[in-house]
């Protein structure tokens, strides 16, 4: 039996995760702006449920939901799983989207995962030391697999979040604390509905690039092909595995999406290697 504490579990991934995690006999400490959302977690499973409030996109939120979570009945027998989950889209092009709504994405997306593995891994490499290594995961996007016109902010903030992610791998390995992304594809939870912001300002020369991706997304709302129950249980499969992949892709969607992007990458590197390589000392 393990002790997750899951970010961001009043709606979607957060919480089919969670709900997830509780149905498998596992322990979870649950996380939202507002605890209220989580009470019917608490009630169904009030042995093995807590609930704490935590807004990733605020410092001193992040740093007392992390001593909250540690202080907390679950919390004190240790936290093995650290899922970084909570997060929200900002859709515009690049120049459609003002500094403010930069910095709050970035901060939510980016910054406050950053602050949260900071303030647990003491923790984490203190339990790994006496023979429990944990596991971190964090939920990227398929705007990290490649990114899309009108996602430029938000990509941004997921591949940092994975450029994190990939240090803490190598950084983390000699403990034995593991370090894994899930990279979805569109699933059938309420992102698009709830969780996207818009750029502050509309520009016509972005009508055919941004623009269209913003109708597209207007009108695969309820219609995507991922099933978040299924996701779920395949993360928690995934973290059971004594060798986790990196990245978790998920979703045939995100898959295939993947087999392009890393296609295509292949054969530019081919296609441009003999200049690029022509960049070092002659030997």
Same mark, same amino acid.
């Given at each position: 039996m393990r002790t997750w504490l899951i970010t961001g579990c009043s709606?979607? /991934?957060?919480?089919?995760?969670?709900?997830? #995690?509780?149905?498998?006999?596992?322990?979870?400490?649950?996380?939202?702006?507002?605890?209220?959302?989580?009470?019917?977690?608490?009630? #169904? %499973?009030p042995e093995h449920c807590d609930a704490i409030t935590l807004d990733v996109g605020s410092r001193e939120s992040v740093l007392a939901g992390a001593h909250g979570a540690l202080d907390s009945r679950l919390g004190r027998e240790g936290i093995d799983v650290l899922v970084h989950n909570a997060g929200y889209?900002?859709?515009?092009?690049?120049?459609?989207?003002?500094?403010?709504?930069?910095?709050?994405?970035?901060?939510?997306?980016?910054?406050?995962?950053?602050?949260?593995?900071?303030?647990?891994?003491?923790?984490?490499?203190?339990?790994?030391?006496?023979?429990?290594?944990?596991?971190?995961?964090?939920?990227?996007?398929?705007?990290?697999? #490649?990114n899309y016109a009108g996602f430029g902010v938000y990509g941004a903030a997921k591949w940092a979040l994975e450029g994190m992610c990939e240090s803490l791998r190598s950084e983390l390995a000699p403990m034995g604390i593991k370090v894994m992304m899930v990279q979805p594809g569109p699933f059938r939870t309420e992102f698009i509905a709830r969780s996207l912001d818009r750029g502050s300002r509309t520009i016509d020369a972005y009508a055919?690039?941004?623009?269209? /991706?913003?109708?597209?997304?207007?009108?695969?709302?309820?219609?995507?092909?991922?099933?978040?129950?299924?996701?779920?249980?395949?993360?928690?499969?995934?973290?059971?595995?004594?060798?986790?992949?990196?990245?978790?892709?998920?979703?045939? %969607?995100?898959?295939?999406?993947?087999?392009?992007?890393?296609?295509?990458?292949?054969?530019?590197?081919?296609?441009?290697?003999e200049l690029g390589a022509s960049a070092d000392f002659p030997r």
């Amino acid at each position: 039996m393990r002790t997750w504490l899951i970010t961001g579990c009043s709606s979607g /991934f957060g919480r089919t995760l969670a709900q997830a #995690a509780l149905e498998a006999g596992e322990r979870v400490i649950a996380t939202a702006r507002n605890p209220e959302t989580l009470a019917e977690l608490t009630r #169904a %499973y009030p042995e093995h449920c807590d609930a704490i409030t935590l807004d990733v996109g605020s410092r001193e939120s992040v740093l007392a939901g992390a001593h909250g979570a540690l202080d907390s009945r679950l919390g004190r027998e240790g936290i093995d799983v650290l899922v970084h989950n909570a997060g929200y889209g900002l859709i515009g092009a690049v120049e459609e989207c003002d500094q403010t709504q930069i910095d709050r994405n970035f901060a939510v997306n980016f910054f406050g995962p950053l602050q949260l593995t900071q303030a647990m891994l003491p923790h984490m490499r203190e339990r790994a030391a006496t023979g429990t290594p944990g596991m971190i995961i964090a939920m990227s996007a398929a705007a990290a697999i #490649a990114n899309y016109a009108g996602f430029g902010v938000y990509g941004a903030a997921k591949w940092a979040l994975e450029g994190m992610c990939e240090s803490l791998r190598s950084e983390l390995a000699p403990m034995g604390i593991k370090v894994m992304m899930v990279q979805p594809g569109p699933f059938r939870t309420e992102f698009i509905a709830r969780s996207l912001d818009r750029g502050s300002r509309t520009i016509d020369a972005y009508a055919r690039t941004s623009g269209q /991706f913003a109708g597209l997304l207007s009108r695969m709302n309820g219609k995507q092909p991922g099933d978040p129950q299924r996701a779920a249980h395949a993360i928690l499969q995934a973290s059971r595995s004594a060798t986790p992949p990196a990245r978790l892709v998920i979703g045939k %969607y995100a898959i295939e999406k993947a087999k392009k992007r890393n296609a295509a990458s292949t054969a530019e590197l081919t296609a441009w290697e003999e200049l690029g390589a022509s960049a070092d000392f002659p030997r």
